[in-house]
Every structure is written in structure tokens, then in C-alpha cells.
């Protein structure tokens, strides 16, 4: 019987090419995603992966969403905090809801989706955390103050729990993903676009599935004495300590 892999946000993007990523690497794989039906749809005729809708950023949502992913599927070994939004503004022009949409759909989902699944991984003696933050939440990003400061705080979650976790066998780690080949940041005006491609060393935008071959590597029991750790994958972008 294959391990379950839980994946949030998993039917675009970087998402999706960790849903698929999984699934190759034979893991039985549950995606959720928050709004777009015919999309997600779509992705399951394609892939066989097993979709389900509901809110990251609510408690209850998650508690009732995850209790039917284990009901049909079997316990979560293995969860991907990928889920995410911008809200994007200067600050001094940012309003409140600005602020707490993306705070409770970046940050707050750490503990909505992690809370449900820890005491499960920590009855079994195994598990494995995935949280997906930004290369903005490592160097900031001018007009993204909320998302990067949401995914900073994702970094630091990383870094505690893994400690916390680290002696019932669960590993709790972090990728911090730069600008990546996805809908959202191809349909960026071409000129900001190639600003951005100008900055990366390497030359190039990365590929969603250079994110999610990390993601499978840090799910395997390869990456078992790797815990609390922040995987940078920017193209040389940005070199950070960790």
C-alpha cells in the first residue's frame, strides 16, 4: 500500500507538478485547490490524482477536508503546505483585508493544514512536512510585504517544528522556490519579465518541476537525516545562509 501524500494547492502551478512528481514516485497523492472547479477537474481526468475542495485558511474546512482524505485514502505521511496567494500593493497603500487574505491563506494554513496530521505522524513514528515559502520571503520584495512576510514566518514554522518533531522521526523542511515558469508569472508584462530573467544568473526562469523533484527528494526515505533545512532553488537569484 503506498503512502498518502497530501498536496495543497496541488492541481496549478508548482503544485501541480509536485502532485505529479509524487505520483511517479509511486506515492498515492491528494490534491486540494480552493476555487477553480473546471481546472481541478480537468487535472484528475488527466492524471487519476484525487482532488478535494476547501479553504486553507479555515480550521474547520481543513479538519473536516483532511478526516475524508484519511477516510478514503489512508493516514497523511507525507504533507505539502504549497497553497498560496498575493495581494499585492506598496505598503502604504495596502488595506487590512490585503494583509489577512494573504496572511491567513500563507501563514495561517501552517498550522490549519499541520495541526490536523502531527499527532498522527507522531503516533506512527514517521511523516514528513513540506512547506513551500518564496525567495521573497528570504530577501523581501518591493509592493510584497504581506507575502513576504508570510513566507518568512513560513520559514521560521519550518525551523520550529522540525525541532519539535525531529525525535518521533517526522522531518519538517522548506523550499524556498524563486520566479518559476508558471501561468502567473508568464502573464507578467514581458518587459517586468525580462527584468526578472536579467537578474537570475543562470539566465532563465526555473521549471515547476526542478520544485517538485526536491519536494520528492525531502519526501524520501533518502532525506531522513534531513530536518529544519531551507532548500533555495532561485537560479543563483539570491544566496542565502539558510
Known sequence: MSKVALVTG?????????SRGLK???????????????????FKADTGIHVYKWDVSDPDACAAGIAQV????????????????TRDGMFHKMSFDQWRAVMSTNLDSM???????INGMRGRGSGRVINISSIN?????????NYSAAKAGVIGFTKAL?????????????????YINTDMVAAMPEKVL????????VGR?????????????????????????????????YVANG
Request: glycine content about 14%; aromatic content about 6%.
Open 162 to 178: 522540525a525541532q519539535e518533531n525531529a525525535f518521533k522521526g517526522i522531518t519538517v523542511n522548506c523550499v524556498c522556490p524563486g
Open 205 to 237: 526562469l526555473g521549471h515547476p518541476e526542478e520544485i517538485a523533484q526536491t519536494v520528492v527528494y525531502l519526501a524520501s526515505d533518502a532525506a531522513a537525516f534531513m530536518t529544519g533545512a531551507v532548500m533555495t532553488i532561485n537560479g543563483g537569484q
Open 24 to 42: 511517479d514516485a509511486g506515492y498515492t497523492v491528494a490534491a486540494t485547490y480552493a476555487g477553480n472547479t473546471e481546472k481541478a477537474e480537468a
Open 70 to 85: 484519511e477516510s478514503e485514502l489512508g493516514p497523511v505521511e507525507v504533507l505539502v503546505n504549497n497553497a498560496g496567494i
Open 194 to 201: 525580462e527584468s526578472i530573467i536579467s537578474g537570475i544568473p
Open 137 to 145: 520571503g528570504q530577501k523581501g520584495q518591493m509592493g510584497q510585504t
Open 111 to 117: 498550522f490549519t493544514m499541520t495541526h490536523p496530521v
Open 10 to 18: 496541488g492541481t496549478r502551478g508548482i503544485g501541480e507538478a509536485i
